[in-house]
């Protein structure tokens, strides 16, 4: 029985270079296409969560000013990520209308409560 299986096998000894060849495109082509889409991941996730705290500020500061009946804040002129004092002592977001007390990115606040967003903070 083993006479019959090494003769089996006795004429194939390994790949032959135009298999190895065609492995090694295929590689090459599937890491062309994948690398960069993977790359321009990190960038872009920061970018969206930089946007998603400016979103979430601005939101704050809207709900503040119509639940108290603010038609005008203190302008906010230097940036800032303290939120306790935000947009004003007397009016403060956090701990009413955030969760934290800090955030990521740094952000100025006009009269009218437009938030602009000075960092990202990541």
């Known amino acids: 029985m083993k006479g019959l299986?090494?003769?089996?096998?006795?004429?194939?000894?390994?790949?032959?270079?135009?298999?190895?060849?065609?492995?090694?495109?295929?590689?090459?082509?599937?890491?062309?296409?994948?690398?960069?889409n993977v790359t321009g991941l990190s960038g872009s996730g920061k970018t969206e969560a930089g946007m998603a705290e400016l979103s979430t500020l601005q939101t704050a500061v809207d709900t503040m000013m119509s639940k108290t009946g603010l038609t005008?804040?203190?302008?906010?002129?230097?940036a800032t990520s303290a939120m306790a004092s935000f947009p004003d002592a007397a009016h403060p977001l956090y701990p009413d209308y955030l969760r934290s007390n800090t955030t990521k990115g740094t952000y100025?606040?006009?009269?009218?409560?437009?938030?602009?967003?000075?960092s990202t903070g990541y």
């Open 5 to 36: 299986l090494n003769g089996f096998h006795s004429n194939r000894k390994g790949f032959t270079l135009v298999e190895l060849l065609i492995v090694i495109a295929i590689l090459g082509v599937l890491a062309a296409i994948i690398v960069p």
């Open 72 to 78: 005008a804040v203190t302008a906010v002129t230097t």
């Open 108 to 118: 100025k606040c006009s009269t009218t409560g437009l938030v602009e967003q000075v």
